[in-house]
């Protein structure tokens, strides 16, 4: 699934491509991928120029011209690719998102669900596999008021130690489900609370107001590295997703706990385990993060 740093990679490697060109057509096989009316469609998005990007928590924002901005949330296996064709020839391609053969095919394919048309011969198409994720317009009064932006806390690579501490060490509920409560702080996934609590050494079921304040510091400090690291790294792009044979880039290759049961911790040997937490399947190790 698409966390933060695959998210910032999305927005980070399209920004410069998309930004200048206008939509000219936008069309969709699977209504629910596009969750914008026909109506909308021709008076918001149609003929307008793409001003800007951005991510907002997991969202990615395509501004437009007219005030109006695409919201697009990758949910588990979005992804966005563009191509720019020139003389019959691929001539400006970037891809990032869920890691699949998608980023490196021929497009459309059977998971494309969305396709907007841009001007210079260039196309970017939403992929998405399951179903899941979706596209939405909103204007710019309905972003003040949207609960999808507005109720979202602080980004978790914006805030400072200080305000992260004030914000979780007066929470009754565990450590991991405060991290993956978007409303207390933004951009936090599975994968992310999981490698930064054990490298803060810290249990996931542990309640946050448990914690001491030099413990909240840690782990503000370990979740910031864990995800610049990985947005360095490319999250998860077309730049280095090589092909379906378990070639995938650094992706993942960094992690230390996630999805890593049975396997020895990197620093005392003992097998990770995996246990739910916040309904989540978590991996933890027994020995170096004690309840
Ligand atoms: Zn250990």
Redesign the pocket.
């Known amino acids: 699934m698409p966390e933060l740093p695959e998210v910032e990679t999305v927005v980070l490697g399209l920004r410069e491509l998309l930004r200048g060109r206008v939509v000219k057509n936008i069309t969709t096989d699977w209504p629910k991928s596009l969750r914008v009316s026909d109506s909308r469609i021709k008076s918001d998005i149609l003929g307008q120029e793409i001003t800007g990007l951005r991510r907002v928590g997991k969202m990615i924002l395509i501004d437009l011209q007219n005030n109006n901005t695409l919201v697009i949330h990758l949910k588990m296996t979005g992804q966005l690719v563009y191509k720019k064709v020139k003389d019959g020839e691929s001539a400006e391609d970037f891809g990032a998102g869920h890691p699949s053969d998608s980023l490196i095919s021929r497009l459309p394919d059977k998971t494309t669900r969305v396709i907007l048309t841009l001007d210079g011969r260039a196309v970017l198409y939403f992929n998405d596999m399951r179903k899941f994720g979706w596209i939405k317009v909103l204007s710019s009064g309905e972003i003040e008021e949207s609960s999808l932006i507005n109720q979202l806390g602080p980004d978790l690579l914006k805030i400072d130690s200080k305000e992260f501490i004030q914000r979780l060490s007066k929470r009754g509920k565990n450590i991991k489900s405060c991290l993956l409560d978007q409303t207390i702080v933004s951009g936090c996934g599975n994968i992310y609370a999981d490698e930064s609590l054990w490298a803060s050494k810290i249990h996931p079921g542990m309640p946050a107001c448990e914690l001491t304040h030099k413990q909240l510091g840690n782990l503000h400090r370990n979740l910031q590295d864990v995800l610049r690291f990985s947005i360095k790294q490319g999250g998860s792009s077309s730049r280095n997703y090589v092909n379906a044979l378990g070639l995938k880039g650094k992706y993942l290759d960094f992690v230390n706990v996630y999805q890593k049961a049975g396997s020895p ?1 990197a ?2 040997q ?1 097998p990770i385990e995996r246990i739910v937490v916040a309904s989540r399947g978590t991996h933890l ?1 027994p ?2 993060q004690k309840i």
């Open positions: 911790c620093r005392c003992t190790c020995v170096c």
